[in-house]
């Protein structure tokens, strides 16, 4: 079963790279299940969520399952040569238009993949993992140049952008009614299985 949850977690890399391997995955055959929601339910094996739309979703918890949580971030955060992930969506102006932005940890560049693939955070949203090469000031916030294998494009984000980076967590965070991000990986019998959670901390929800 480990074997089919590293593989599911290979583009976003939402791990600490000094406490989980399974950021070195390379693409997954089938991408990963992205669960959203609030805990319902957490015992030493599995953690139930109760999804935005009310659904009840079980994960299987690796026996080594890593737990991590998110800081708040303020756009002034985002520095030249920053790893940043983006999800964003073109508006009608063509531009894209962040509708989160998370910052690795330095650790984690040149571990997590760089790229950009569609995303559901919304309709037609895209995830974009990338180096930040230029930052320009706009009224209402800047616009990142990011470059990622060889290419270029620019991401607006606006002040009131959620911005995060990440912190390590622990089991003890899993309480009923936290908001959580998971990328689980879709098992044979048609289960999911994870080793890694992102969890809600101080108020903070994980954006992604």
Not at 103 to 128: C, H, K, N, Y
């Amino acid at each position: 079963m480990r074997r089919n949850i590293a593989a599911a977690v290979a583009f976003i890399g939402l791990g600490l790279a000094v406490v989980t391997p399974l950021v070195h995955a390379q693409a997954p055959r089938t991408p990963p299940a992205r669960v959203r929601g609030t805990i319902d339910a957490f015992n030493d094996h599995s953690l139930t969520v109760k999804t935005p739309s009310g659904v009840l979703t079980t994960i299987a918890l690796a026996p080594n399952f890593v737990v991590r949580t998110v800081i708040r971030k303020h756009i002034d955060d985002i520095h030249d040569g920053d790893f940043v992930a983006a999800t964003s969506v073109r508006a009608k102006d063509g531009n894209l238009h962040a509708i989160e932005v998370h910052i690795f940890l330095p650790a984690q560049r040149g571990v997590v993949p760089e790229g950009q693939i569609p995303w559901d955070l919304a309709p037609d949203s895209l995830m974009t993992n990338a180096i930040v090469a230029g930052i320009a000031t706009v009224k209402g916030g800047k616009v990142l140049t990011v470059t990622y294998k060889g290419q270029s494009t620019d991401i607006e984000v606006d002040r009131k952008t959620p911005i995060v980076t990440y912190a390590p967590g622990d089991p003890s965070m899993l309480k009923y009614g936290r908001a959580v991000f998971i990328l689980a990986a879709k098992q044979a019998d048609g289960s999911l299985a994870t080793t890694n959670v992102t969890v809600e901390n101080k108020g903070v929800k994980p954006p992604m």
